[in-house]
């Protein structure tokens, strides 16, 4: 990390502020402080998560054996569509929105966000958005059944739930940009005096272009779902072959959002992994500007290379070779990123507390989904396997490794700067080997069940996929029973304020303004802002 700070000269500020906060439930309602949003949208992304996790455990169940056991064809669906798209909108992508509220005015010195009172709204519009979303299953006709991708023309054939759905996708897509907007202007404009942009921690830095990038293409899926409902209910023809439309456009403005939004869910845990390696390496980061340089090329690149989900759709040949040489170039910086870990890494002083096995199960994971993004970006493997649990596989490796993982990774390491106590390294310990045998048991089967030609999306499947399918549910029941144990085990205490007291700078390694302040933080911080000298080596106050 680029800025070394002294805590001789970095005392805490404003301890004597923390009396000043609201109480019962106004605090929480009409909270303008950055920490308690930040708190807010990580409660509601772990309870999503586990709504995003019981309808997996539904499938999971339906799919331990062939035929119909609990879940008719078209409830499979059901589940199949609303757990992509709670676990990407409801569970994930508020997630890190917390961490970003949580760390980054502490990372830049920053008394709060920008904007406080949208920082209120941004979040509070997630609760109707999540009502919407759960309670399409109660309407007559159930759930959307369409897949999360919300294809056209299945989406002009639904009932009255995929209003619902468009509904809540636009909320969500709104909460995203004013979230959005308020990160950006926090980072360019309230940084502490002497903190640079290349001064920057890496998750801010991450975060500043991710939220570019949400600015960018979450108005195109908001255009796209606005025209399906339009086709449903005003008589346009978009998407309707018969009325001169195409469904393919659909298909392109889904996936001109969608493969950045690959990156939306993965450059903050990028953030979190330059952030951890080199606390428990004792080491600074490896080739600090070639990972911001690597993160800018990534968010560039990603919105050359959507079509590489549409080698099927009918695409010309020209067409197929740019997407296939532009996806193949964007692993280029990836590997950037991961060599600078591992580079990190090498012949540091390492130490394996529970961050630091989520970062080596991130690493080894990741690796794994990203080479297999190469071998689908090639379009005569692509079209085989195209639609099959091979493409489950590789999304699963990518999004759960690149984003869960971080998440729990970023939870252990801040965790008890937000909480002020210590987590149960031995729980901790114990979450990470149940999720990463769990995970590796869910997913590595369906790379040869989607080889072997299995479609997803089915409520059944003949009799020789039999095994691999009972491995992966099984493994998908240990990988939720895992976070079961997460909540009790870790958030429940950490909520609690139950645990040994953790010190201001609990992690040997850690550097940075945030192990500045006492552990937890004031209710207010940095109201005088620190200063850093041009050589970036300690802090000073005015």
């Known amino acids: 990390m680029s800025v070394v700070l002294d805590p001789v000269h970095a005392p805490a500020h404003d301890a004597d502020h923390a009396h000043d906060h609201p109480h019962g439930w106004r605090r929480w309602l009409f909270s303008t402080n950055h920490k308690d949003i930040g708190t807010m949208y990580l409660v509601f992304a772990l309870s999503m998560l586990f709504v995003g996790g019981l309808l997996a455990m539904g499938i999971r169940a339906e799919l331990f054996d062939p035929g119909i056991q609990f879940l008719n064809p078209q409830m499979f669906l059901s589940f199949s569509t609303m757990h992509g798209l709670i676990m990407i909108f409801m569970a994930v992508m508020p997630a890190l929105t917390g961490l970003a509220n949580w760390m980054i005015p502490l990372q830049i010195g920053a008394p709060d966000m920008a904007f406080p009172r949208m920082n209120n709204l941004s979040f509070w519009l997630l609760i109707p958005a999540a009502i919407l979303g759960v309670s399409a299953f109660f309407v007559p006709g159930g759930a959307p059944d369409v897949g999360w991708t919300l294809y056209a023309p299945l989406t002009v054939q639904q009932g009255m739930s995929m209003d619902l759905t468009i509904f809540a996708v636009h909320i969500l897509g709104a909460s995203s940009i004013m979230g959005s907007i308020n990160i950006i202007v926090t980072i360019l404009n309230m940084r502490a005096p002497g903190m640079t942009l290349m001064k920057m921690p890496m998750f801010t830095w991450t975060w500043l272009i991710t939220a570019y990038l949400l600015i960018a293409i979450m108005p195109v899926l908001a255009g796209a779902v606005t025209m399906t409902l339009t086709d449903r209910h005003f008589g346009t023809n978009f998407f309707n072959t018969a009325g001169g439309g195409d469904p393919v456009l659909y298909q392109h403005l889904f996936w001109f959002m969608g493969h950045p939004e690959v990156y939306v869910l993965i450059l903050p845990s990028f953030g979190?992994?330059?952030?951890?390696?080199?606390?428990?390496?004792?080491?600074?980061?490896?080739?600090?500007?070639?990972?911001?340089?690597?993160?800018?090329?990534?968010?560039?690149?990603?919105?050359?290379?959507?079509?590489?989900?549409?080698?099927?759709?009918?695409?010309?040949?020209?067409?197929?070779?740019?997407?296939?040489?532009?996806?193949?170039?964007?692993?280029?910086?990836?590997?950037?990123k991961v060599f600078n870990w591992v580079a990190t890494m090498w012949r540091g002083a390492l130490s394996f507390e529970t961050p630091m096995l989520f970062a080596i199960g991130f690493i080894v994971v990741f690796l794994i989904g990203g080479f297999t993004g190469l071998v689908l970006a090639m379009v005569p493997i692509d079209t085989a396997v195209h639609n099959t649990y091979y493409v489950v596989a590789h999304f699963h490796y990518t999004m759960v490794a690149g984003s869960l993982f971080a998440i729990f990774m970023a939870v252990y390491y801040w965790g008890p700067k937000w909480s002020g106590v210590m987590y149960d390294e031995r729980a901790g310990q114990i979450h990470f080997w149940l999720s990463m045998i769990g995970f590796n048991l869910t997913f590595f089967p369906q790379f040869f069940l989607g080889l072997g030609g299995m479609v997803r999306r089915y409520a059944d499947y003949p009799l020789q996929f039999t095994d691999f399918n009972q491995l992966s549910s099984i493994g998908a029941f240990i990988f939720g029973l895992a976070q079961v144990y997460f909540l009790f085990a870790v958030v429940?205490?950490?909520?609690?304020?139950?645990?040994?007291?953790?010190?201001?700078?609990?992690?040997?390694?850690?550097?940075?303004?945030?192990?500045?302040?006492?552990?937890?933080?004031?209710?207010?911080?940095?109201?005088?802002?620190?200063?850093?000298?041009?050589?970036?080596t300690r802090v000073l106050h005015d």
């Open 272 to 336: 979190v992994m330059s952030t951890v390696v080199p606390t428990f390496s004792r080491k600074p980061l490896f080739g600090y500007s070639s990972m911001v340089y690597a993160t800018a090329s990534i968010a560039i690149l990603s919105f050359i290379v959507w079509a590489h989900h549409m080698f099927t759709a009918g695409m010309p040949t020209f067409g197929q070779l740019f997407f296939m040489y532009a996806t193949m170039l964007i692993a280029v910086p990836t590997g950037v």
């Open 492 to 536: 429940l205490p950490m909520l609690r304020h139950q645990g040994v007291k953790a010190p201001q700078r609990p992690w040997d390694g850690a550097e940075g303004l945030e192990w500045e302040v006492p552990s937890p933080p004031p209710f207010h911080t940095f109201e005088t802002p620190p200063r850093l000298n041009e050589a970036a």
